[in-house]
């Protein structure tokens, strides 16, 4: 398998953006490539089972994180959760200057870590959306009203907000963002 120096070195014209997770939170990326596909956005790939999509033409690089991740020096970024094989911290300042960063501001030690940090990045927090389990299915609140999702995890549930600013910062708007998670299944 490819090391992220190598990542980086192959790839370090394009955007990369660095989803940092942990094992718990594997339906994130796939989440962020079904809208991208959804809306025929199409992103190259890394993921750390190993699968990977490579075309040459494509702007972004999605990479899912694995140890040594601050050599990627992601343009955009998400952090869910302090991961413990990562320092977290060095991927946080390791982002490109200009570049961005989403974390999930409900995780205090996720918080703290962002705002340490004195990187030159844009910083957008997020936390879970509100929603609610009616008969067996997840319905979340967005400005047009409740939406209902084929998710069963509830946890890929609160860090779906994570997934729309990575969305929105590849090209993908919020109206777009909402009609093609609504048909993600996990």
Known sequence: M??????YQQFQEKTRVVI???KAENNITAMLLHVLNYHDKQVDFVL???EQSIDES?????IEAAKNA???KGNIALVIDVNSEIHTADFVNSITNGGMLVYNETIAAVKLLVEASTNTIKKYPYQQPNYTLENEVYF?????????????????IKHLLGVKWLCQHMGVDEDDFY?????FQA
């Open 58 to 62: 494509n702007e972004f690089i999605v």
């Open 20 to 22: 940092l997770t942990s």
């Open 179 to 183: 009609e093609a998670v609504g048909e």
């Open 48 to 50: 750390a089972n190993g």
């Open 70 to 72: 601050d050599a990627l």
């Open 2 to 7: 490819i090391s992220e120096q190598q990542l």
């Open 140 to 156: 979340i609140d967005t400005n047009e009203g409740k939406l209902p999702l084929e998710i069963t995890n509830e946890n890929d």
